[in-house]
């Protein structure tokens, strides 16, 4: 039995060691796992497409949301535009991107929080009523939750930004944030077109 | 190459100069260390094991003899489901993270995990999770009454987990239990993953890291695709359960097939992420006890992974008495046999580590060596239940039963013990009792061979799963009095092993850095390591490190 262990260690190092930023993997694999969940509520919404027992059904009270989508969509540009921004140095392009990616998701928000007040009392749909509610409202449902996680991490993000305390060297972490973003518009052409296309 | 441990010194020194701590409690409460998080990991899946155990103990006393009232049918039906859903995720996911918390950063040269608080915000999200478990024997009915335990068995097939027919809070106790353990197993993974990406030290490229954390980061990567959809299903059932929604509600047209596929795509890969682990064990185990490098290293890394993708499309061979027609069953019976192929790769390459090696029968190749022996023959009863009309015959049968124990007890049980017997000098700084061992390994080889070969038996002549008690003269009394007495046995050798534990942490032989002569980085610390695990950064030019630095004229590094 040998006790003369001793660290193997090399003090001259020829290359440079450089490892992939361990904000950006786990954010992989944090969208990896968000994304079995959002394939599991897919899959449960396509298989009770028409399954419904009694009405509301989809093709007599959805309407495409194209303004909300557009805004959504457009907000990716934005938080792209942010990292860009603060990669170069440029701390006030930056807050003036987050600060659009906020406006444009918050609006995508409230035309959600509109479409679901019309349904509700207007169409009386709710989660109760039939399938199609119940697929409809979780599957909506849990994508709206993740735009407003996204939501506060961005205007937390701003308000660091216009306080001054984002620089060019937080530039990875801003590069983080944005993945979970452009995710959440990704999550949202899906859910767009299993809802408000093969759906309808 | 040059060894240095100047630094080592250096940082000793300020140890002495950093003012008292506050307390034990408050520093293990707080620790981010990855390995006190990995032993909190361990204990509380041991102290899980032992109550698990306990539930297991209580049905097979109930089962030694035919129309025995030891047992109500209510609190039988808790004890199975409370003994599944226990082992599952409160002992086979927690002492499987647990080691690989304490383990991964060690071999690849790091001081800590790549995100520390992360770390200790999971195993309390999954202690929480266990916690809340058995809270249900106390609050269950709420305000109402006194509580009781989740009965719906440990997949909880729909639509018994219906308000409509499990009133009261056990259910929900179940589901926002695992729900939580989900959560905690999902952010550990995320936290293994990056740890293997990102924080390996100098010159361990990926092909020079240790089968170890290539299988951790193998099940971590299969977390993500498998505990994820575990955890849309039970949000699911949140949602029916709760807010009145109908996904899994017959009546109102909801399918409660579609629960058996969403629980099956999480349930059978998870068995596969309990295996991955323990055959990491092995990977460092044989080797080091057959005095020999692992066979076929890079055989082994696409084994591995290729069991990770097979293992993504088999789930629905849980489902063949379901009735989905021709093509899906040979669709999961193909599917499910293929596993099998690197599975056997894996197993011919420990074979031929072992092939022509100098083995030592200390502890943990003992129970590698019953790992391997009894892992095979689980793996075969597999292969025989993989087909669709034997499984029509024996599917929800004591034969399934004895097939899953076999792997679970034969396979995942004796691989951890080799763990525990491996790594216990490098955690603790002592050996553990060799004698002590020995009659811990006998006797649980004895014990496990009455109980879990004699229970395919009863399987075969019928006996259904999950029932409480018989009627006697149907040949199943011999068999099931054999299975206890052999449980009882099981458990002596348990108790063995608990105190060999114990008793060695306070009177074993002092281990040394290297007792065992291996080869991987965890060896170069002290035994117990320091919280900075290495004063200085370890810089690597092959698999084995350690061979390097003992051997310098016959390096890895000149054959790799």
């Not at chain 1, 457009?74 to 987050?98: D, E, F, P, Y």
């Not at chain 2, 109930?62 to 409370?82: E, G, I, K, R």
Request: hydrophobic share 50%; proline share 5%; net charge neutral.
């Amino acid at each position: 039995m040998t006790q003369t262990a001793a660290i193997p260690y090399n003090a001259t190092a020829e290359t440079p060691w450089v490892m992939p930023n361990r904000g950006i993997v786990a954010m992989w694999c944090l969208i990896a796992a968000e994304a079995a969940i959002f394939i599991i509520f897919v899959v449960a919404y396509l298989y009770y497409i028409g399954k419904s027992l009694s009405g509301p059904f989809p093709s007599q009270v959805l309407e495409l949301p194209i303004f909300g989508t557009i805004c959504l969509l457009s907000s990716s540009i934005t938080v792209h535009a942010a990292v860009s921004a603060i990669r170069k140095g440029n701390t006030r392009a930056c807050s003036l991107a987050l600060a659009a990616t906020v406006l444009l998701g918050s609006i995508f928000l409230a035309t959600t929080a509109m479409e679901w007040h019309h349904l509700i009392y207007d169409e009386g749909l709710t989660i109760k009523t039939n399938l199609f509610g119940t697929t409809y409202y979780s599957l909506v449902g849990l994508h709206a939750t993740h735009v407003i996680v996204g939501l506060l991490l961005l205007f937390t993000t701003l308000i660091f930004s216009l306080r001054g305390k984002v620089r060019e060297e937080h530039s990875e972490r801003i590069e983080v944030l944005s993945l979970y973003w452009h995710f959440v518009d990704a999550v949202w052409v899906v859910v767009f077109l299993v809802v408000y296309v093969l759906g309808r | 190459m040059a060894t240095a441990t100047s630094g080592l010194e250096a940082i000793d020194q300020t140890r002495s100069a950093q003012p008292p701590r506050p307390s034990v409690i408050y520093e293990w409460l707080t620790t981010v260390d990855h390995k006190k998080i990995g032993i909190m990991y361990i204990v509380y899946a041991l102290l899980f094991l032992v109550i698990a155990g306990a539930e297991a103990l209580l049905m097979r006393i109930q089962l030694a003899v035919p129309n025995n009232h030891f047992l109500s049918p209510q609190v039988f039906n808790q004890l199975f489901t409370m003994h599944g859903t226990t082992m599952v995720f409160f002992v086979g996911i927690p002492v499987l993270f647990g080691f690989g918390n304490y383990l991964i950063p060690l071999m690849i040269g790091a001081r800590d995990m790549a995100f520390p608080r992360l770390n200790a915000f999971s195993f309390w999200l999954s202690a929480f999770g266990g916690i809340l478990l058995y809270l249900s024997y106390f609050a269950a009915s709420g305000l109402y009454g006194a509580g009781s335990a989740p009965d719906v068995g440990w997949f909880a097939y729909a639509p018994l987990t219906a308000r409509v027919f499990s009133p009261g809070h056990s259910t929900d106790y179940w589901t926002l239990s695992v729900l939580l353990s989900g959560i905690g197993t999902t952010a550990t993974a995320v936290n293994i993953v990056a740890t293997a990406f990102c924080m390996r030290c100098k010159g361990m490229i990926l092909t020079r890291m240790p089968l170890l954390v290539w299988l951790f980061l193998v099940t971590s990567c299969m977390v993500f695709v498998v505990v994820s959809p575990l955890t849309a299903a039970q949000f699911m059932l949140c949602i029916d359960r709760y807010l009145g929604g109908h996904f899994f509600d017959t009546q109102a047209g909801g399918s409660a097939i579609l629960w058996m596929h969403f629980f099956w795509i999480f349930g059978h890969p998870e068995v596969y992420i309990l295996i991955l682990p323990t055959f990491a064990f092995m990977n460092e185990i044989i080797p080091v006890f057959s005095r020999k490098a692992i066979f076929g290293y890079p055989a082994m890394v696409a084994a591995s992974v290729g069991i990770g993708f097979v293992s993504l499309g088999v789930w629905a061979h849980h489902m063949f008495t379901a009735g989905m027609g021709p093509a899906g069953n040979t669709f999961f019976v193909f599917a499910t046999m293929v596993v099998s192929v690197p599975t056997g790769i894996k197993m011919f390459n420990w074979l031929a580590t072992i092939w022509g090696g100098k083995v030592q029968y200390r502890p943990p190749m003992m129970f590698a060596a019953g790992f391997l022996f009894q892992f095979l023959l689980a793996g075969l009863t597999g292969i025989m239940l993989s087909v669709a009309p034997f499984d029509w015959q024996l599917s929800a049968s004591y034969f399934v039963v004895a097939h899953f124990h076999y792997v679970l007890v034969g396979g995942i049980l004796f691989s951890l013990f080799a763990a525990f017997y491996y790594w216990y000098p490098k955690v603790t700084g002592r050996m553990m009792n060799e004698t002590l061992a020995k009659w811990h390994f006998w006797l649980f080889v004895i014990g496990f061979h009455i109980t879990f070969d004699l229970m395919h038996i009863p399987g075969l002549l019928g006996m259904p799963r999950r029932i409480y008690t018989y009627e006697a003269g149907r040949g199943w009394e011999i068999w099931n009095m054999w299975i206890g007495i052999g449980a009882i046995i099981q458990t002596i050798a348990t108790l063995i092993f608990v105190y060999n534990l114990v008793h060695s942490y306070f009177r074993g032989k002092e281990a040394g850095p290297d007792p065992w002569d291996a080869w991987t980085l965890e060896w170069a610390t002290t035994s117990p390591p320091p919280s900075y695990n290495f004063a200085v950064e370890p810089t690597v030019t092959s698999r084995r490190p350690l061979w390097d630095l003992k051997h310098p004229h016959d390096t890895d590094s000149s054959y790799e």
